[in-house]
């Protein structure tokens, strides 16, 4: 099954810009809505009305990615760390788990995953022999805590009845902080530095993710984020064979030869965040020139994100030229690119991002959390432009809304199609870029590492010393 299909008529074009238009009005009102509604009820409501099937990109062999060997072999685990997270199934926080479970025994720490759900990446862990804990509620949590024996806890975005049963161990606390959450209320922010105050210390993904959250809690609490910034496994057995493999792959996928184009990737989830519709417009302005086509796949967590991107996508004379898959193989994708862009309107660290630098592919990439560093590591032509809700230290929930509300015309559109353009002449004259130097991965796993040894040492000291005091 692929994709492909003839370019629109103008009565097809025009109709699509009604139903654009239409779903235009449609996420403004929703974007109306207080995020508890919105997420609990709204978009759970709109999937049930416009689901579809959704075409997707499979694994080709050769594509995968896989950890360096760093240093000696896993060194003799001497600490059990909890990795305590929600559905590791959604976004990229979950893969980061994935990645930190696989990672740690080479730093001598045993990690526990512990999770609501089962899911696809719960069945992965275990056939890499790591232990996961599912519990879906308060009671089977606080059970499954008490008997892990965990030396030391990492909290990533876990949902309250997992956190309630950290706090039951007695084990030293350190939450993991993924993104600038434009989306806490105060009680929120209130609850977040209590969990602050009772953790050890704090991990954030990126400075910016940092600075946001310094500024919303107490100094004290503050005081305690250290950052990390999120790496990605390379893709080491992506030769040039598994390349084209990958591409021809995605060319039947797609039902349109790719041979002389260029091809963007766009690995993120359909929804507010991400900015599927304003990415979309923004390309097509430059994509025919350039001779370039856009190639997004993810989850539709909101279907009138991936509805309205569509629309505005077969309202265009170039319409063809983007192409919208459901979840995929990133790493067959990534082989099949030759460049990468995300215009979100907020991130913390963005890991598909992370993985395509890794890729050696060049990015185009909106300012948000990491996205200057990535640019800067990353392979000739790429890109910063600008976000196009503001500056990325003041988004909100408001200006990200008005922004996503101007979709066909974002303050930053400009700058996205002449980016595509220059990217698509970088590639075309100077091939492909070897991967950079460096391990983003081990320095990720290092720092996580050291953090949760430094945890549990200072809880050890505090035993010793309440002991002698007694």
Request: charged fraction near 20%.
């Amino acid at each position: 099954m692929s994709v492909h299909e003839s370019p629109p008529s103008r009565v097809h074009r025009a109709a699509s810009r009604v139903a654009a238009g239409a779903l235009g009005v449609a996420v403004g009102v929703v974007d109306l809505t207080s995020p508890g509604l919105r997420y609990g009820y709204v978009h759970p409501l709109a999937r049930a009305l416009l689901r579809r099937p959704l075409v997707s990109l499979p694994a080709v062999d050769g594509a995968a990615f896989h950890p360096l060997p760093t240093g000696d072999a896993a060194r003799r685990a001497d600490l059990r760390c909890g990795l305590v997270a929600d559905s590791l199934d959604v976004g990229g926080i979950g893969r980061v788990v994935e990645m930190l479970a696989e990672g740690l025994a080479a730093e001598g720490i045993e990690p526990v995953v512990v999770c609501p759900a089962e899911g696809l990446r719960t069945a992965r862990l275990r056939e890499l022999g790591i232990e996961v804990i599912v519990a879906a509620d308060a009671r089977s949590a606080a059970q499954a805590m008490a008997a892990a024996r965990l030396d030391v806890v990492q909290v990533h975005s876990a949902p309250d009845h997992l956190v309630a049963a950290v706090f039951s161990t007695g084990a030293p606390l350190v939450p993991v902080l993924h993104n600038t959450e434009i989306h806490y209320s105060p009680e929120k922010w209130r609850s977040t530095a209590e969990l602050f105050e009772r953790a050890d210390s704090v991990i954030a993904v990126s400075a910016l993710v940092r600075q946001f959250h310094v500024e919303r809690v107490p100094a004290s609490a503050g005081e305690k984020i250290v950052v990390v910034a999120n790496g990605a496994m390379p893709l080491p057995a992506a030769t040039e064979q598994v390349r084209s493999a990958a591409r021809a792959a995605l060319a039947r996928t797609l039902g349109t030869p790719l041979t002389g184009e260029i091809v963007f990737a766009c690995l993120a989830r359909y929804d507010a965040q991400k900015n599927i519709a304003g990415t979309v417009a923004s390309f097509l302005a430059g994509a025919h020139g350039a001779r370039a086509h856009l190639v997004v796949a993810g989850d539709p967590s909101d279907w009138l994100e991936y509805r309205r991107a569509d629309a505005i996508r077969r309202s265009h004379p170039h319409g063809d030229r983007v192409h919208l898959l459901g979840t995929s193989d990133a790493a067959t994708l990534l082989c099949a690119a030759d460049a990468f862009v995300l215009d979100s309107f907020f991130e913390g660290w963005p890991l598909a991002a992370t993985e395509a630098v890794s890729a050696g592919l060049p990015i185009v990439i909106s300012e948000a959390g990491g996205a200057a560093e990535l640019v800067g590591r990353a392979a000739p032509g790429s890109t910063l432009v600008s976000n196009a809700s503001g500056a990325a230290s003041e988004v909100t929930d408001r200006r990200a809304s008005v922004a996503r509300r101007r979709a066909t015309r974002q303050t930053n559109a400009a700058e996205i199609a002449a980016a595509v353009a220059h990217v698509a002449e970088t590639v075309r004259t100077q091939g492909r870029s070897a991967p950079p130097t460096g391990d983003s991965f081990a320095a990720m796993v290092a720092g996580h590492a050291a953090v949760a040894r430094a945890a549990a040492a200072r809880r050890s000291d505090a035993a010793t010393h309440g002991r002698a005091g007694r």
